[in-house]
């Protein structure tokens, strides 16, 4: 079991079922929440300054507490099963900052992305700080553990997607390429990048162009331009 908190992250999760219980100081006078708690048929319980202390760890609760069930991971076959025109599926290879993760699973509820494929030996797990930066998204994201990225890429090109690499070296700017096909969208990490093995795998290598003086962009974000511009081709 995880706990998140705060108004807007225990909001983000009122209605899915992911969200267990709900713990109150005794001052929580939000009524919008209460009601929507109460209407939802979510258990509160009321519970003293030391919970909370004990439990939030600094992170700033205002008053508010929720308990959320282990996130239970989708098989391979759950996120390639699509009715869209043109499947998208985006894999992290190697993200383990949990605020990259829960950012990048944000974008691909907005975008209505199929799937995330992880590595479970070397990516950040779906926990408390991803559910909390995702604002819920989670419980509306179809995420799969994998345990060879290599491997699973095979497969998938095997049904007949067709692999992008965000990958800088021989690479084509991203908004001359043609994603009308079905996609699998690779991103590494910000430190090491994709793995050699993962990136010969690829059909195109496909890069943002910058142009200041640090050439560098989050992985979160350029993973939010990208999936951006292909949700725009695929729309």
Known sequence: MEYIFGKNTIDSF?????????????????????????NNNIKTTIKDKGFFDKFSNGIKHQGIAG???????YDL???????????????????EDPHNLGAIIRTCEAFKVDGIIISKNNCCPVNATVAKVSTGAIANVKICQVTNI?????????KGYWVYMAEAYNSQDYDKVDYKNPVVLVVGSEGFG????????????????????VNSLNVSVATGILISYISIQHN
């Open 14 to 38: 009122i209605g899915n079922d992911m969200l267990l219980e709900v713990y109150l100081l005794p001052s929580f006078d939000d009524k919008k929440i209460i009601d929507k708690l109460k």
């Open 67 to 73: 308990k959320i069930k282990d996130y239970e991971y």
């Open 77 to 95: 076959d759950d996120i390639t099963n699509s009715s869209r025109n043109y499947p998208f599926i985006v894999v992290l290879d190697g993200i």
């Open 150 to 158: 290599t491997q699973t890429l095979k497969a998938l090109k095997k």
């Open 194 to 213: 994709i793995s050699r093995l993962v990136k010969e795998q690829a059909d195109f290598n496909i890069a943002i162009r910058q142009y200041g003086k």
